[in-house]
């Protein structure tokens, strides 16, 4: 299992790499037009590039999360596969597991959120390394007998978990009541027809950080695993926003104040916040009383 984890690990590279090269460089003649949508609306379209049937909104986020994943996880996720083929520890399987987690996430968001183009099977491949490589790497982390040398579950911790599992429904749920309320759809809908990052944040991610609060306070090694993922996806996210605001700005798309403080600030100041516990958990865990 874990040289097949190894071996999904560089072909999730490979495949990230060319996605996001693709998205970022690829050019194509063409410009933004307008189109009328299947609600009525008007939607600006993006006209250039692998996203050019995108909507003008949507893409600088699609671009500024490749940026992320091109120059910041996958060079962690490099580092994290040559530290584990060296080493295989507890920490290290830990570390490779979470890198592989986020781009499980943004994979998802790309191969369901995207129109289609002709990177279709590439992201549908990413998807199935992602999430075989997840499924394996969780498995094995799962053989250790996890421990702490010190308290992991501190009160700041909790309060830490609790925000970022009821900031995502802050940030996501006003729009989705508004919407059902004047009976219309999503403001940014676009031409899609829903937003993936609403589902995933409100169904998977938010729900999960109340799942790891409960298991650390029972003190059980699902809890420190759920920890390492969540805290590591919370740090990518950070910077992820913070390169997709920087995209929206280059191409002159301006975003809503609130939207800005919602979807952006709040997201940044908690992936600050939890810098200090990601370092304090890879600090502290240990594999059967022996720290590692």
Same mark, same amino acid.
């Given at each position: 299992?874990?040289k097949?984890?190894h071996i999904l690990s560089?072909?999730?590279?490979?495949?990230?790499?060319?996605?996001s090269g693709?998205?970022?460089?690829?050019? !194509?003649?063409g410009?933004?037009?307008?189109?009328?949508?299947q609600y009525?609306?008007?939607?600006?379209?993006?006209?250039?590039?692998?996203y050019?049937n995108?909507?003008a909104?949507?893409? %600088?986020v699609?671009?500024?999360?490749?940026?992320?994943l091109?120059?910041l996880t996958?060079?962690l996720?490099?580092?994290?596969?040559? &530290?584990? #083929?060296k *080493?295989n520890?507890?920490?290290?399987?830990?570390?490779?597991?979470?890198i592989?987690?986020?781009?499980?996430?943004?994979?998802?968001s790309?191969?369901?959120g995207?129109?289609?183009?002709?990177l279709?099977?590439?992201?549908t491949?990413?998807?199935?390394?992602?999430?075989?490589?997840?499924?394996?790497?969780?498995?094995?982390?799962?053989?250790y007998?996890i +421990?702490?040398?010190?308290?992991?579950?501190?009160?700041? =911790?909790?309060?830490? =978990?609790?925000?970022c599992?009821?900031?995502?429904?802050?940030a996501?749920? %006003?729009? @989705?009541?508004?919407?059902?309320?004047?009976? +219309?759809s999503?403001?940014l809908?676009?031409?899609?027809?829903?937003?993936?990052?609403?589902?995933?944040?409100?169904?998977?991610?938010? %729900?999960a950080?109340?799942i790891?609060l409960?298991?650390? #306070?029972k003190?059980?090694? @699902?809890?420190?695993i =759920?920890?390492?993922?969540?805290?590591t *996806?919370?740090?990518?996210?950070?910077? !992820?926003?913070?390169?997709?605001?920087?995209?929206?700005?280059?191409?002159?798309?301006?975003i809503?104040? %609130?939207?800005? &403080?919602?979807m952006?600030?709040?997201?940044?100041?908690l992936?600050i916040?939890? @810098?200090?516990y990601?370092?304090?958990?890879f #600090?502290?865990i240990?594999?059967?009383g022996?720290v590692i």
């Open positions: 299992m874990n097949t984890l560089v072909l999730i590279i490979i495949l990230t790499v060319i996605i693709f998205g970022l460089f690829y050019k !194509t003649v410009e933004s037009y307008d189109f009328v949508n009525g609306d008007t939607v600006r379209i993006y006209g250039v590039g692998i050019k995108d909507s909104f949507m893409a %600088p699609f671009r500024g999360t490749d940026f992320t091109l120059f996958i060079p996720l490099i580092i994290a596969l040559l &530290i584990d #083929r *080493n520890t507890l920490k290290t399987k830990l570390f490779l597991t979470s592989i987690s986020f781009i499980l996430y943004c994979s998802i790309i191969s369901f995207i129109k289609y183009n002709v279709h099977l590439a992201y491949a990413l998807f199935s390394c992602c999430f075989f490589a997840f499924i394996i790497g969780f498995s094995l982390v799962k053989k007998d +421990k702490s040398i010190i308290r992991i579950c501190t009160n700041g =911790l909790k309060v830490l =978990l609790i925000l599992g009821l900031s995502l429904f802050v996501q749920l %006003p729009d @989705i009541i508004i919407s059902l309320l004047n009976g +219309k999503l403001p809908i676009g031409v899609y027809t829903t937003n993936i990052t609403y589902v995933l944040d409100m169904a998977v991610i938010s %729900p950080f109340f790891c409960f298991y650390l #306070r003190n059980d090694k @699902i809890g420190y =759920l920890l390492g993922i969540l805290l *996806n919370l740090l990518l996210i950070g910077a !992820t926003v913070i390169s997709q605001t920087v995209f929206h700005r280059i191409a002159g798309e301006e809503p104040l %609130p939207a800005l &403080i919602t952006v600030g709040i997201f940044v100041i992936a916040f939890g @810098i200090k990601q370092i304090k958990l #600090r502290n240990q594999d059967s022996n």
